[in-house]
């Protein structure tokens, strides 16, 4: 098989806060365990940044200018495009009902400032094993499909499959939300980075060339085409 130090993407945060020696703090020890980061300074632009990044992960302060986090959480959580997506409140208010409410607004875990950096970063990495289980190591199985992203091997029925670079990221991001549509924009996001200029029809190209890799006589095609929306891998094994 194709080896390639690359082949699984880094986990991407967006940061929103407006405390410019808080932001840098995060920003740098995030960075320091292999994130891609984007740091927002307000509601509006955090919110934005989400849309546009789709990140594993956002960090969110609840005071912010323009729009709080409280509201931020609830309009990324209201979206069917960034529901799934884990968020760590941070804040100052420590009280029980003020927990309650971040937690009823979407929020999937909070931390009270003043903070520990490392259990920060501990939380980020429990949420990720459950959203994101490849960036962290995890083995990867659906149906009968197995990836271990440590080792660069996949199986299917037990059986070694030969994968390109390319395809191995593209069978890594498919595997760990099984059902979940992708549009070719988010798969090229996801598999080749934002700042590539690549032709939509390059996805095509390589699920063609990963369904052929998957493929074993009688069994089914894992992965699903929805017309004019993108791919999915939507099958029992």
């Not at 407006?18 to 932001?23: K, L, T, W």
């Not at 919110?47 to 986090?69: C, F, H, N, Q, T």
């Not at 959480?73 to 009280?95: D, N, V, W």
């Not at 070719?184 to 052929?212: A, M, P, Y």
């Amino acid at each position: 098989m194709e080896m390639s130090s690359a082949s699984i993407q880094l986990p991407t945060v967006v940061i929103i806060e407006d405390e410019p020696a808080q932001a840098e703090l995060l920003s740098y020890n995030f960075s320091s365990e292999n994130y891609e980061v984007r740091v927002a300074r307000d509601g509006e632009e955090g919110l934005l940044a989400v849309r546009e990044d789709d990140p594993d992960i956002v960090i969110l302060d609840w005071m912010l200018p323009k729009l709080s986090g409280i509201e931020v959480c609830r309009q990324l959580k209201k979206s069917a495009e960034t529901r799934a997506i884990p968020i760590i409140m941070l804040t100052a208010r420590g009280e029980e009902g003020d927990k309650l409410r971040g937690f009823e607004t979407g929020a999937d875990d909070y931390v009270v400032k003043p903070y520990s950096i490392n259990e920060l970063l501990a939380r980020a990495k429990a949420l990720l094993r459950r959203t994101r289980p490849a960036s962290v190591g995890e083995l990867l199985q659906h149906g009968d499909l197995e990836l271990d992203p440590g080792r660069h091997r996949v199986l299917r029925n037990g059986m070694p499959v030969k994968l390109g670079p390319t395809e191995f990221r593209l069978l890594t991001v498919l595997l760990e939300r099984p059902g979940r549509v992708w549009s070719r924009e988010q798969l090229l996001d996801r598999v080749w980075g934002h700042d590539l200029d690549i032709d939509f029809r390059t996805v095509d190209v390589h699920v063609g060339r990963l369904r052929k890799a998957l493929h074993q006589e009688g069994a089914a095609d894992p992965i699903r085409t929805v017309r004019a929306a993108g791919y999915s891998l939507d099958y029992d094994g």
